[in-house]
């Protein structure tokens, strides 16, 4: 009986360990970092860019993953939204190389006057890439802006 009871127990390690061995994104994963750059236009309008990661390090694994989300949101002078674009890919990066994993685009447009078309998503190598054309029409008067957001893993996981 008591060989049955160690055979138990030393198969239960056994499990416990190749378990812990095998899981390669437990230990430190959504630590949200974010940064903001704004670029101004002649017209007092302005395009905020914010970057947002999050990170998934492997326990016991030479690939880590990495997701993030960068965002480009049109303000008008006043600062009001008139549309955002949206990319959030995922990424694997090891040191040595990194590569893009998946791609998806989303988009706001609460300004009256503009529409938003053309929207799609895409991968290359390690970028994650959101494009769309943004319309404005109020009469007379109309503008069309394509927008491209480009969201790169380097092979460290920095992302830009």
């Not at 016991?60 to 993953?65: D, P, R």
Request: with cysteine.
């Amino acid at each position: 009986i008591e060989v049955t009871s160690m055979k138990k127990l030393y198969y239960l390690t056994l499990c416990l360990i190749l378990s812990i061995c095998f899981h390669s994104t437990v230990l430190a994963s959504d630590i949200n970092a974010s940064s903001t750059i704004v670029e101004y236009l002649k017209d007092g309008s302005y395009i905020e860019t914010i970057l947002e990661e999050n990170n998934s390090v492997g326990l016991f694994s030479t690939t880590s993953t990495k997701s993030g989300k960068k965002t480009s949101t049109y303000k008008n002078s006043s600062g009001q939204i008139q549309w955002s674009i949206s990319v959030t890919g995922t990424f694997s990066y090891n040191g040595s190389s990194s590569k893009c994993m998946s791609s998806s685009i989303s988009t706001t447009c609460p300004g009256k006057y503009w529409s938003l078309s053309g929207k799609s998503a895409s991968k290359s190598g390690a970028t994650a890439i959101a494009t769309a054309t943004a319309k404005y029409i109020n009469g007379s008067n109309t503008k069309t802006v394509q927008r491209s957001v480009q969201l790169t893993c380097s092979k460290n996981g920095t992302l830009s």
